[in-house]
């Protein structure tokens, strides 16, 4: 049965000469990996070898046999990141591939989040048009958060995890941690009862408990929040995710 989804290519590897093996992020479908026999052919029916993060419409065969499906068609949309910010901004395009590499870990195969789709569609959008380092890793901070939600993993950040106040976390001059196991902030009264934990400048406290503030940070108060977030995905993960070096300034 032929499935046809509007996809971004989040995963590409050589397979042969002439193919790739390609895992796509569907609207519809969820994730799919697919075998794209002779993209790398001058002439494929895929218009050449697919690039990460195209996106466009597909259409796939599933097969019952063999985990992977037979990917049919791939027609590229017009103006799609990738190759236009390669060009353009290194930063940017890499945080775009770290966002990719995430929605892989944290998504599962014939899954479906729609509404995840939108918003990574609409991130990656949003990065071609990125001047600016800033703005670029606020999108990123801001998308790394409405991935965690959507695959019901979104982080306490109004109130302290343990002990539930609100007013030492959003109004503190103390110091505010942050627990991957506990998922959330911790306030100063809290802190030597958890064991792993990040410790946050009060401006990337501030700014997260307030996501408004993303967009006025500075460059140093939005790499201490990448910086956690990068740690938060390791250890949900069990592994540094491979982008977060090109990403993350330490
Ligand atoms: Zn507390």
Do not use: W
């Amino acid at each position: 049965m032929l499935t046809k989804d509007q996809a971004v290519c989040i995963r590409t590897v050589d397979y042969s000469e002439t193919s790739q093996i390609v895992t796509f992020f569907a609207r519809a479908s969820g994730k799919i990996g697919a075998i794209a026999k002779g993209s790398k052919r001058p002439k494929s029916s895929f218009d050449g070898p697919i690039e990460m993060l195209s996106h466009g419409r597909i259409v796939f065969a599933a097969s019952n046999r063999n985990k992977l499906a037979t990917l049919c068609e791939f027609e590229s949309a017009a103006g799609t990141a990738g190759p236009a910010l390669l060009r353009n901004n290194l930063f940017s395009l890499n945080c775009c591939l770290f966002a990719a590499e995430l929605v892989n870990l944290l998504t599962d195969e014939h899954d479906p989040h729609p509404a995840l789709f939108d918003s990574f569609l609409e991130f990656l959008h949003n990065a071609e048009n990125a001047r600016e380092k800033c703005e670029m890793l606020a999108l990123l901070i801001l998308f790394q958060l409405a991935l965690l939600k959507d695959v019901g993993l979104g982080p306490i950040l109004d109130h302290c995890v343990n002990c539930k106040a609100t007013s030492d976390i959003q109004h503190t001059t103390d110091d505010i941690y942050f627990s991957s196991s506990a998922n959330g902030l911790i306030c100063k009264n809290c802190e030597s009862a958890f064991q792993d934990k990040f410790k946050l400048t009060k401006n990337a406290a501030a700014a997260l408990t307030n996501l408004k503030l993303l967009a006025e940070a500075d460059e140093n108060t939005l790499n201490k929040i990448e910086k956690l977030l990068a740690y938060h995905f390791t250890e949900l993960t069990g592994r540094r995710p491979r982008m977060a070096k090109y990403v993350v300034r330490n």
